[in-house]
């Protein structure tokens, strides 16, 4: 019966890996590390995204994000708690995109919205996901 309390412990401790280790080694809520940090867009779902001009994200202070579509600049207001990440109202710029960078614009402010969950994957990407879908960016600076 241990042994299978071993197993389920340390699996837990994978799915939980991304952030939980490093924020234990460094004393910070995981939440904390995103402050000051920038992103960009990779893949939504699973489709990879290029474009001219990456869209991003920033985490400027707590609460606050700013970033780019692919199409406009944004603003807004996200609460993070532990692994839950819940978008405030977003502003943006107004400018029409049409094609590709319109395309992902429409897709990144779909799934800026609501409560979704946030993680760190092995690769210390950043994930943004909900049941249906899931956004990977990489750091930035």
């Not at 401790?13 to 939980?20: K, Q, R, S």
């Amino acid at each position: 019966m241990a042994k299978g309390l071993w197993s389920v412990l340390i699996a837990i401790l994978f799915v939980f890996e991304g952030c939980a280790v490093e924020a234990m080694q460094n004393h910070e809520p995981c939440q904390k590390q995103l402050v000051g940090t920038g992103w960009r867009l990779v893949m939504i779902d699973n489709d990879p995204i290029e474009l001219k001009r990456p869209a991003t994200i920033r985490f400027e202070s707590e609460g606050k994000i700013s970033g780019f579509s692919g199409c406009n600049s944004y603003f807004g207001k996200v609460t993070l708690d532990g692994t839950s990440i819940t978008f405030g109202p977003i502003g943006s710029t107004r400018k029409y995109c049409m094609g590709k960078a319109g395309d992902v614009e429409k897709r990144l402010f779909a799934l800026f919205k609501g409560t979704k969950w946030w993680n760190f994957d092995e690769e210390r990407n950043l994930q943004i996901f909900d049941d249906e879908h899931r956004l990977i960016f990489v750091k930035s600076e």
